[in-house]
């Protein structure tokens, strides 16, 4: 109960901001039935595997662990779970990546990596590309961005459109660290009479290594492990990427000990991600923020976490353990009850959704659809269903409908990531996602017409692509950005 004082001090919400001037009427000219929003709010989390979260019917409470009544501001719950419940989210959204970059990109310019230059971690985005900080900008949005990932930094390219732009890798706790910072911006820029707010906070707790800290007197490394455990398996890099290299034989109980970890830093951010929306939202006499923001919640990428070759990272990975990604919507005023939409959508399919609705002009050209046809019943526009594309630099290639995943791997490449080991993608995989969800037994043998159309599907693709080639060449952040990630190694070659 005393805990509460402290975190929101922590958190740096302030009990008695002014509340922001001038909230009415900017949005009067949308003819859309229901309350269009005012502000956005995007959180991305690094690393967060769409089935590990309780939603996704986990066994365990990684993204609905409960939150003190006296911290959940009432009667809402704001612990991701309950987010999403009061949204619209989508069942199968993927990230066209396995890496935060070029995903991250995507899902900020509605292009293809192929098509916004950043293939690669090591790359960064195009000149010519719109982003939707830049678009919300031209619209009159005040836009802020807080990251604690070092890759997703200015000079990347990703900051263009934002104007108070903040990347803190550096502080031990840098979750909160960014919460903090997002927290004192948003106060500070409604006390300025800012009248619409783009806010983009992205955490980091579920990426390499897994050893969430203590937060509120939880120790969120033992939540969901087995206290009889008694092997030398953790969640540091310095156990599994030797483990990794050497392949290493872990038994089921040493491979737990790792995910409990993992899971423990979902259960983290979920806390943390509430007490944040605690202070966001400032409760009014005459409004709440949240209530009047659309919240926009996703995934760069997920996470092998041990279930092909004993690879525990992501960049190698086309399958769905890294691919989909969690993705919803929240916007109580104009969206009423818990959906679950099972349509395929892609995270390049997020920004032309949100200039859709805020009747945002783009400059360019989105590869990606608005899915607002499926998320507002008011909207009475086809949608236009496909596969979700995603890829590993040019070389492998991957397509997911609601049935099937196809890879392909025409050169045979063997991806090459840091940490070294053994990761092989076959010629042709086909999988079938209703009897096979982790995609573990390849059925291209028995579906041949299969493989031939979703391989057609991928060749249709590939060509209607408008390809740019981002910036080269790796700033000396840019190199230690990556070496801190362990995307390269201490004495390895010099990336290209
Ligand atoms: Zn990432």
């Known amino acids: 109960m005393g805990s509460r004082p402290s975190f929101l001090l922590a958190l740096g919400i302030a009990a008695a901001v002014g509340l922001a001037a001038g909230l009415t009427g900017a949005c009067s000219d949308v003819p859309r039935p229901g309350t269009p929003p005012r502000h956005l709010l995007l959180i991305t989390v690094d690393t967060l595997r769409a089935d590990h979260l309780s939603s996704w019917l986990y066994p365990l409470d990684t993204s609905s662990y409960p939150l003190d009544p006296v911290t959940r501001g009432g009667a809402r719950d704001d612990s991701i779970d309950g987010l999403a419940r009061a949204g619209v989210s989508f069942a199968r959204a993927y990230a066209p990546r396995g890496q935060t970059f070029p995903s991250i990109a995507t899902l900020m310019t509605g292009l293809s990596p192929l098509e916004h230059g950043a293939r690669d971690n090591r790359d960064t985005l195009a000149e010519d590309v719109e982003t939707l900080a830049e678009a919300l900008t031209a619209a009159g949005f005040t836009t802020g ?21 903040v990347c803190d890798w550096r502080s031990e706790d840098r979750d909160l660290a960014v919460l903090q910072a997002a927290s004192r911006w948003v106060e500070e820029q409604s006390a300025a009479g800012a009248k619409r707010l783009f806010t983009w906070v992205h955490l980091m707790g579920p990426h390499l290594p897994y050893a969430p800290l203590p937060l509120q007197g939880y120790d969120f490394d033992s939540v969901f492990a087995d206290p009889t455990y ?10 599994l990427d030797p483990a990794y290299e050497q392949g290493l034989a872990l038994g089921p109980r040493d491979v737990a000990r790792v995910v409990a970890s993992y899971d423990g830093e979902i259960a983290r951010i979920n806390r943390l991600i509430g007490l944040f929306l605690l202070g966001y939202a400032q409760r009014g006499p005459d409004r709440d923020r949240l209530e009047d923001t ?20 992501h960049s190698k990975s086309v399958y769905s353990s890294v691919l989909h990604v969690p993705l919803f919507f929240r916007h109580p005023k104009s969206l009423t009850g818990r959906r679950v939409v099972g349509e395929v959508v892609e995270l390049a399919d997020v920004a032309p959704t949100i200039c859709d609705w805020f009747r945002v002009k783009v400059r360019g050209r989105h590869a990606g659809r608005s899915l607002l046809p499926l998320v507002d019943s008011h909207v009475e526009r086809p949608f236009e269903s496909r596969p979700a594309f995603g890829h590993w630099q040019d070389r492998i290639f991957t397509a997911a409908t609601d049935r099937w995943r196809l890879v392909l791997n025409p050169d045979g490449v063997v991806p090459e990531e840091h940490p070294p080991g053994p990761y092989t993608v076959p010629p042709v995989g086909l999988f079938d996602l209703r009897r096979d969800p982790r995609e573990l037994h390849d059925v291209s043998a028995e579906h041949p017409e299969v493989v031939r159309e979703l391989s057609r599907a991928i060749d249709s693709w590939l ?8 910036g080269g060449g790796l700033s000396p952040e840019r190199l230690e950005a990556l070496r801190a990630l362990g995307y390269l190694g201490g004495d390895g070659p010099e990336p290209r």
């Not at 961005?145 to 732009?165: D, K, M, V, W």
């Not at 060509?463 to 981002?470: A, D, I, K, T």
């Open 294 to 313: 659309l919240l926009v919640f996703a995934a760069d990428h997920g996470e092998e976490l041990h279930q092909r070759h004993g690879y525990w990272g």
């Open 145 to 165: 961005a807080f990251t604690a990932n070092q890759l997703l930094a200015p000079g990347s390219g990703i900051e263009r459109g934002f104007s108070h732009f």
């Open 230 to 239: 008694d092997g030398p398996a953790n969640g540091s890099r310095e156990f």
């Open 463 to 470: 060509s209607g692509l408008v390809r740019r080639e981002g």
